[in-house]
């Protein structure tokens, strides 16, 4: 007997809430597999298509992921989160990235020359950064990998030959991932990428410009950004996940953005 879809609810989304039900209750456990989509049309008496349409809703939301030739499992890989600008203070004893992947309790490897970091199965990232070799040509930094300096981030390794950090901007893009990104990263076509185009610049001009791009699914950006004039607030760089924070008593005022 095929299970129940309420009326005038799509069937793609019925067998989809039920699948993301099933697991975030744990009765299906990271790393497990799932029902194929053959077993979901038979099971739900629908077409191949609204059984695909179900899975690939969850592959989006990054509770799921598919193993070429083996089936979609419940994801086992946990979100690197990012924070800005705690990330760039001065002084950390090895590149964020890493810090960002044991917080995440991942075991990571990179490709030094492009810069793609590796979870255990999934690329979680993928850059390409420009050094102006005009100051950095022939001096301890010049390899951003390599050498005595290259365990360090872009403002401490910069600080090194006198060249000093004041500010960083970036700019977040959300699309659809190209064909070679897809590849590359090995994620689904139907999840978002957040490209990030990144300059740091010194007072006199640009040292870094870097262009990265994250699958929406794999990775958390939270940007904590002091507010001129307030107390700073001393945070911890990797929190946990985000809940609401319970005001109380509050008030809501209505914005009209009309105009």
Known sequence: ????????????????????????????????????????????????????????VLKTEGLVVGRQGKGVFVNTVNRVTRVAPARYRRGKPTTTYVEEAAAARQALTKDARTV??????????????????????GTPI?????????????????????????EVEEELVFRSPEPHEVEKLQMDKNVWLIEVRQT???????????????PANRYRFIYRMPIPGAQPVVTDDHPGEWVPTDFGEAHFVPHDNSE
């Open 1 to 56: 007997m095929a299970k129940y879809v309420p009326p005038g609810q799509p069937q793609y989304v019925a067998i989809a809430n039920d699948l993301r039900t099933q697991i975030q209750s744990g009765q299906l456990q990271p790393g497990a597999k799932l029902p194929s989509e053959k077993e979901l049309a038979a099971e739900w008496n629908v077409s191949g298509i609204v059984a695909r349409q179900a899975v690939s």
């Open 142 to 166: 010049e390899w951003p990998e390599e050498g005595e300096y290259g365990h360090l981030g872009i403002v401490d390794r910069f600080d090194v030959i006198g060249h000093h950090a004041v």
């Open 200 to 214: 740091f610049r010194t007072v006199e001009r640009v040292i870094e410009a870097a262009t990265m791009l994250f």
């Open 116 to 137: 793609q970091i590796q979870a255990p199965e999934d690329p979680v990232t993928w850059s390409h950064a420009y050094e102006p070799l005009t100051i950095t040509r």
